[in-house]
């Protein structure tokens, strides 16, 4: 078991100005699942991904990450597992914008302490893999909205993590380029990647195998798709 959250709660702000997010959301994700998260705004679908992504913590509640307890780990503790184990895509691709693709996908090895030599043969396979060989000295900023998500794709996966998040990665895209990316997030799952993608759009949530649907902060429903 890759994920396990037990009655998870999250609460923002003081006494005289509580929201709550999250009412108690329990379940778990395996390896090599491909999973959405879907539910209307401010159903607490964002929230919970940052929770399983390490980039907040609950306020209440159990998060088993491969077993261990993540209130036991310090923020050092979790920022390593972090850049070890996960990878992350954004809604807004989150790439600096006056590097090249192969700057921007090898950036995380560099923090790594990856020697150039590896880092770059990495990069240079994963751009390959999503299909922009041709584009890989071109400025982020040169790039097509869909170009930029497959950029941001491979640069999430250039750590080779256990766990793929993605925030609403189609959210900024054309209908044509959003099919694409969520082609090679399919593609990835199939090569054993374990898949966890936060959206408000039913098409796009068909891809994944589960679908986890939130309402005000609880889990509505949770069903396999055949």
Known sequence: MLIDVRNLIKVYGLEDSKTHALHGVSFTIDNGDFVAIMGPSGSGKSTLLHILSFLDRPSGGQYF????????LSDEDLARVRNKKMGFVFQSFNLLPRR???????L?????NVGQRERENRARSLIKDVG????IFHLSNQL?????????IARALVNEPTVIFADEPTGNLDSISGRQVMTLLEQLHDRGHTV?????DQMIADHA?????LRDGRIESDSIIK
């Open 196 to 200: 966890v993608f936060v959206t408000h």
């Open 100 to 106: 090249s693709v192969l700057d921007n996908v090898v």
């Open 144 to 152: 097509s909205g869909g170009e930029g998500q497959r950029v941001a």
């Open 65 to 72: 990450f491969e077993g261990k307890a993540i209130e036991d």
């Open 209 to 213: 195998k589960r679908i986890i649907r």
């Open 132 to 135: 922009l060989e041709h584009r």
């Open 108 to 112: 995380p090895l560099i923090y790594a």
